[in-house]
């Protein structure tokens, strides 16, 4: 089952911040976050296995509830660069690497 | 380190053809997948080699698709008697088994337009 995220699509300023969700109906046990630019390939941002888990930087960062269904990415005081299409892309067993990806959010800094 | 690599870039091709992808991964990554990705979804992901054994494959991958990584090296994508629907952008992507990240890195992909 894909995961869903929300939004769909955000508009911001630079220097302001976002949260992205990605909820799925079972719990995972893994959560990869991508964000893709267009025309280019998914680049890895993290990797989020442990339920309660929030790792990251000050400027990007996610977190994994304690259930392992919900996974949240955290863009602060975001710049142009971070302007793309982010995935959430999740497994739902250990030993399994068919990764199903989430239905994705476009995000767009603007100057 | 050269990254991932995939040929063609792009195909044009007729409805019934059939046509072949290739992928390179990165040298020494011995976990390599391929994706097929349609304007404004995700990756979908079609099958997952450990080396040379395909150890996962989507039940999307009909009959008409087959994939091989014969040395575990560099990978094929296969597609038989192609259709309108089939047209997407196809990625690989490869990773290192003892990498706790899992990290996967993609390809620029191979973008097939089926007429």
């Known amino acids: 089952q894909q995961p869903v995220q929300s939004p769909q699509a955000v508009i911001l300023r630079e220097g302001e911040d976002a949260v992205i969700n990605c909820s799925s109906s079972?719990?995972?046990?893994?959560v990869h976050w991508y964000r893709q630019k267009h025309g280019e390939a998914p680049v890895f941002l993290m990797i989020?296995?442990?339920?309660?888990e929030q790792k990251g930087h000050e400027k990007i960062s996610a977190s994994f509830n304690e259930k392992k269904q919900q996974s949240s990415l955290y863009l602060t005081a975001s710049q142009l660069s971070y302007s793309g299409t982010y995935f959430c892309?999740?497994?739902?067993?250990?030993?399994?690497?068919?990764?199903?990806f989430g239905t994705g959010t476009r995000l767009k800094v603007l100057a | 380190d050269t990254g991932v690599s995939q040929n063609p870039r792009h195909k044009i091709t007729k409805r019934g053809q059939n046509v072949t992808f290739r992928c390179d991964p990165i040298?020494?990554?011995?976990?390599l997948y391929w994706y097929r990705q349609t304007l404004g979804q995700g990756p979908e992901f079609l099958t997952y080699?450990?080396?040379?054994?395909?150890?996962?494959k989507s039940r999307l991958l009909s009959d008409r698709f087959s994939a091989e990584r014969p040395k575990g090296s560099f990978s094929t994508l296969e597609i038989q008697r192609t259709e309108q629907g089939d047209s997407a952008m196809y990625l690989c992507?490869?990773?290192?088994?003892?990498?706790?990240?899992?990290?996967?890195?993609f390809g620029p992909g191979t973008r097939l337009l089926v007429l």
């Open positions: 992507a490869s990773s290192l088994d003892w990498d706790p990240e899992e990290t996967q890195y």
């Open positions: 079972k719990a995972l046990y893994s």
């Open positions: 989020l296995l442990k339920g309660g």
């Open positions: 892309s999740t497994t739902r067993t250990s030993g399994t690497y068919k990764y199903i």
């Open positions: 040298s020494e990554h011995n976990r």
């Open positions: 080699f450990q080396n040379e054994a395909q150890l996962e």
